[in-house]
């Protein structure tokens, strides 16, 4: 049985006006030749700093952006000659932070949840959406005829996820969808995802900006930079030992991390650089204390660790033919 989602090189950039009176065409690559693959069943994290391209592969996804290039194969149906947008938005939906934001106010709690049953045809979306309400913790009777600014956000968050199941999709991707919520509300969330997920036979894409909350919810980790996949694992792998210098510098700056360990990597200092000029070769070397001649010329290929074939990442360190001085060392600790 083949993986559920095939992303192969996907690449957007965005066209931006710079320079005296705006005249300059330049672009931000936010994505840029992004290939990865997902389990049907599985919940694949996207991790990486604000900007790295994590909502803008989301979004492609689904086709609310469009993307300049590469292949989105669903369920081994191509987007574009084999499956239409209408057809996959059938089959992936999406979940945002912003719970508020995202509900039309004045919609009832149950309109608000059949909405998008009923765009598609679904038969009998009232009580698919009593249903769904049900199933995620919100009592028909008592929820059905409320408006969204009368609920809790974590109770507005439960209408989007309830929403978006009524239209039985396969995949969800879910961007910052617990973010916005109370440390307690949020596990909640989190532990029905996970309920959700099994009942239902989802697979989830996990965006966030929290590795904690990946790490309980996923069972692969992918790590993005300045539009580009950097490191991608199983969670027990990527948690046991990160393989690129960017993902160690990342971990190690989460607050609950033993001091211990967190004294040993230096922090990530200075801010990302500009996405309209990225750095040449690896677009980490102007951060990277790993950094050689080799990293400015050549970008690494995210290949399989030698010890973990599962465990992919792209830097020099860990290829034996790169050209780095410390190449097929791997990581020093
Ligand atoms: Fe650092 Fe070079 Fe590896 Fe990039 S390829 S992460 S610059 S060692
Ligand atoms: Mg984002």
């Not at 369920?75 to 574009?80: F, K, W």
């Not at 947008?85 to 149950?110: E, G």
Request: glycine share 8%.
């Amino acid at each position: 049985e083949g993986p559920l989602l095939v992303v192969q090189d996907l690449q957007k950039h965005f066209p931006v006006r710079g320079g005296l009176l705006g005249r300059t065409q330049a672009k931000v690559q936010a994505v840029d030749g992004v290939s990865f693959e997902v389990s049907k069943g599985e919940t694949l994290g996207i991790v990486g700093e604000s900007g790295c391209g994590k909502s803008t592969t989301a979004k492609l996804l689904i086709g609310l952006t469009e993307k300049d290039k590469g292949d989105i194969v669903f369920d081994g149906q191509s987007l574009g000659p084999d499956l239409s947008l209408k057809d996959l938005r059938k089959s992936v939906q999406m979940v945002f932070q912003d719970s508020y934001a995202t509900l039309n106010p004045r919609l009832t709690i149950l309109d608000s949840v059949a909405f998008g049953a009923k765009v598609l045809g679904l038969e009998d979306p009232a009580g698919l959406a009593s249903k769904m309400m049900d199933r995620v913790g919100l009592d028909p009777d008592r929820f059905a005829h409320r408006y969204p600014h009368e609920l809790s956000g974590g109770q507005r968050q439960r209408v989007n996820i309830a929403r978006a199941l009524a239209m039985s999709p396969r995949l969800v991707v879910l961007d910052e969808a617990v973010s916005a919520l109370d440390k307690s509300v949020e596990a909640q969330v989190l532990n029905l995802l996970n309920d959700l997920r099994a009942e239902f036979g989802l697979t989830y894409i996990f965006i966030s900006h929290d590795l904690n909350v990946v790490r309980y919810i996923s069972d692969r980790i992918l790590v993005m930079y300045l539009g580009e996949v950097v490191e991608v694992a199983p969670v027990d792998s990527i948690w046991a030992a990160q393989a690129h210098p960017y993902t160690r510098s990342l971990f190690s700056a989460m607050p609950s991390m033993d001091p211990d360990n967190r004294t040993k990597v230096p922090p990530l200092t200075g801010d990302p650089p500009n996405p309209i000029n990225p750095p040449s070769g690896c677009r980490f070397h102007t951060r990277c204390r790993f950094a050689s001649e080799v990293c400015k010329a050549r970008a690494p290929k995210l290949a399989g660790l030698s010890e973990n074939a599962a465990h992919l990442v792209a830097c020099h360190l860990h290829d034996p033919a790169s050209g780095h001085p410390d190449a097929g060392q791997g990581l020093p600790s």
